[in-house]
């Protein structure tokens, strides 16, 4: 049973929106750090954005500060991640995980979950 599943990714031209969702499993949810990461071609991941299900903390990148938000629904068991003014740079496979440490450095080391990614394509 996957404990992460993500929606929302697509193409879409630069200066245009996507929302991503992650829904967990509540073991994976309940007072946890979810977050999410991308992954360029050829790159290593990289953190993006991340959230403390329990009081709701977040952090973010500084390429996305400002453009993307990170969200929780606690009914839902899912995190969601609002991206606007999407640039071609942001063009990577995003990866919803769980079980990391939250803090300002969105380090993919302790990353314990992840999910399969979806992909996020931005035309100039």
């Known amino acids: 049973q996957e404990q992460l599943v993500e929606s929302g990714g697509g193409s879409v031209q630069a200066g245009g929106s996507l929302r991503l969702s992650c829904t967990a499993s509540?073991?994976?949810?309940?007072?946890?750090?979810l977050g999410w990461f991308r992954q360029f071609p050829g790159k290593e991941r990289e953190g993006v954005a991340s959230i403390y299900t329990g009081h709701g903390v977040t952090f973010y990148a500084d390429s996305v500060k400002g453009r993307f938000t990170i969200s929780r629904d606690n009914d839902k068991n899912t995190i969601y991640l609002q991206m606007n003014s999407l640039r071609p740079e942001d063009t990577a496979m995003y990866y919803c995980?769980?079980?990391?440490?939250?803090?300002?450095?969105?380090?993919?080391?302790?990353?314990?979950?992840w999910g399969r990614g979806t992909q996020v394509t931005v035309s100039s």
């Open positions: 509540r073991d994976a949810y309940t007072n946890n750090c």
């Open positions: 995980a769980a079980d990391f440490l939250c803090d300002p450095e969105i380090a993919v080391a302790g990353v314990g979950r």
